[in-house]
């Protein structure tokens, strides 16, 4: 290779490291290195997750590692050069262990043994390359139990994101870029050398309309954690396939909430016959918690948790000694915050605590707007999900036909997945799914409006809906109680009904 090919590999390759892997200037950048360089004469590549490009730029990245290594057997590394041959190195020494990593990944169990054969090839790996990085000081390189821990993560994030976030459609791609930003944030190197621990802990908040993904979103994040290296032992500080423990707290009365998240001791409450570990507890510091149903918590333990946010520490229900807890923690709701702060349920201080960072997902009705086809793909994953890879090619043409023609083409999916989940369960029994469309929602207002020209409200859905809108504005039930000028419990039954 001459000199020039080898400084455009080195150039490339240094933003082709730290590009966003769901975005698309990656695979621009890899169809514009391969016009320029040509197709390899190497063998194609064995890494299984990769796309078709990719593989074939893979023998070029071999190509040029061992031009350069030739020249540097007889000249340094202009000065100017070094950075880039250090992230170069790092590049390729993380694509020749990633089928290894995806080993750990498939096999779930911690497995002393594989863990310190790959952590063998990393230790030679850098060996083979001391001459590229050369000068370097930082800890990616004098660590290789943190190169190791920093690979490891890489892989499981794109992993995860790769399999459980499914689509092609634009707000999908969106929705991934957003997601690996999350865990690695836009500065991926600053992220690997120092960051990741702190960044590792700062809160998610994920929102979006009931049954668009946010589950799904949670749980890749949760899985994409840093989690460091122990060369002694072989193992990982944390089991990555264990560190997700999702609460859907929408489902538990308020004690079961507080003994789930924080624990109880034995004769706290009726029942309590014996100590528990609370979900904070069992995650540990590299483990994540993930809150569903936010928006759906008592103030009481609103202000548990903010100050668990704050400080770390909490107390199991029924004990006076205070724990810590310095892991994760991801919480979602499809409700609008802003409208729960704004009439009084939500804590505003626990909001801005709670949004370290904060994820969007989108509903099945923007993405078919986006790319029609998605429908396909959707149901074609929806089938492998309930019927396995077979049934799925079987199934999901027959399926999609059906819904074609039987649901209306603008029809808007209020239950998102869920609901296009539900209508394929409909469909294989019964080979029909009847479609119930929603009334446009409206404000409280247009409401009152509409019904006061038409005089079509009896006059208790008229207090009702009065007293809710003075609830909205005013925040409190006491503070629409006075403006009123009724009794508190008055409103509260009202508002409530
Ligand atoms: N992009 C997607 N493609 C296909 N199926 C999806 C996608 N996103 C979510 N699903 C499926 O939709 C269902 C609902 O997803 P999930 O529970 O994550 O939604 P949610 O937003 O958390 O809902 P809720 O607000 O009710 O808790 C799941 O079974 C999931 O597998």
Not at 2 to 31: H, K, M
Not at 52 to 62: E, H
Not at 396 to 401: A, E, F, G, L, T
Request: include cysteine; glycine fraction near 6%; charged fraction near 25%.
């Amino acid at each position: 290779m001459t000199r020039s090919q080898i400084e455009y590999v080195l150039t490339e390759i240094r933003q082709l490291t730290f590009d966003n892997p769901f975005g698309p200037e990656r695979a621009q950048r890899i169809e514009r290195m391969l016009k320029q360089l040509g197709t390899p004469n190497g063998e194609a590549h064995p890494l299984q997750l990769a796309s078709a490009n990719f593989r074939k730029l893979l023998p070029w990245i071999r190509s040029t590692e061992q031009a350069l290594l030739k020249q540097l057997a007889t000249r340094p590394l202009p000065e100017a050069w070094k950075d880039r041959a250090s992230c170069f190195a790092f590049f390729a020494l993380y694509h020749e262990v990633a089928n290894a990593l995806d080993q750990l990944i498939r096999n779930r169990a911690a497995d002393s043994h594989q863990n310190r054969q790959v952590y063998t090839k990393i230790q030679q790996g850098v060996a083979e390359r001391h001459r590229l990085i050369e000068g370097m000081t930082d800890r990616i390189w004098n660590q290789p139990e943190h190169l190791f821990a920093c690979f490891y993560q890489l892989r499981r994030a794109f992993h995860h994101i790769h399999h459980e976030i499914i689509g092609d459609s634009t707000p999908i791609q969106r929705l991934r870029m957003q997601v690996w930003e999350s865990v690695f944030t836009k500065d991926m190197m600053s992220y690997q050398q120092w960051m990741y621990e702190a960044v590792g802990r700062f809160p998610t908040l994920i929102l979006g309309p009931s049954g668009s993904g946010k589950e799904i979103v949670a749980r890749a994040i949760g899985l994409s954690r840093f989690i460091p290296y122990q060369v002694k032992a072989g193992t990982f500080e944390a089991s990555a396939p264990d560190s997700f423990h999702p609460v859907n707290l929408s489902a538990l009365s308020e004690t079961l909430i507080e003994s789930e998240l924080f624990g109880h001791r034995k004769g706290a409450f009726t029942g309590a016959n014996q100590d528990r570990a609370g979900l904070f507890a069992s995650a540990g510091a590299y483990g994540t918690v993930f809150l569903d149903e936010i928006g759906d918590v008592s103030e009481s333990t609103q202000v548990k948790l903010l100050r668990l946010l704050q400080s770390g520490e909490y107390q199991a229900v029924g004990d006076n000694q205070t724990q810590h807890y310095s892991g994760k923690i991801l919480a979602a709701t499809h409700k609008d915050l802003h409208a729960e702060m704004q009439a009084g349920r939500f804590r505003e201080d626990f909001f801005y605590r709670l949004c370290g960072d904060q994820v969007q997902t989108v509903s099945l009705n923007e993405i078919l707007k986006d790319r029609p086809e998605e429908l396909d793909n959707s149901v074609h994953y929806i089938c492998r999900k309930l019927f396995g890879t077979d049934g799925a090619e079987q199934l999901s043409p027959r399926i999609v036909s059906t819904l074609q023609s039987q649901v209306p083409v603008d029809y808007d999916w209020p239950g998102n997945f869920r609901e296009l989940e539900q209508a394929v369960r409909n469909i294989v029994v019964r080979n029909e799914y009847q479609a119930v469309r929603r009334p446009p929602s409206q404000s409280p207002t247009q409401q009152i409006s509409q019904a006061y020209q038409r005089s079509s409200m009896t006059m208790a859905e008229w207090m009702q809906a009065y007293a809710k809108q003075a609830y909205q504005q005013l925040g409190s039930y006491k503070k629409a109680a006075e403006r009123l000028q009724v009794d508190q419990r008055t409103i509260k039954k009202w508002v409530d009904s």
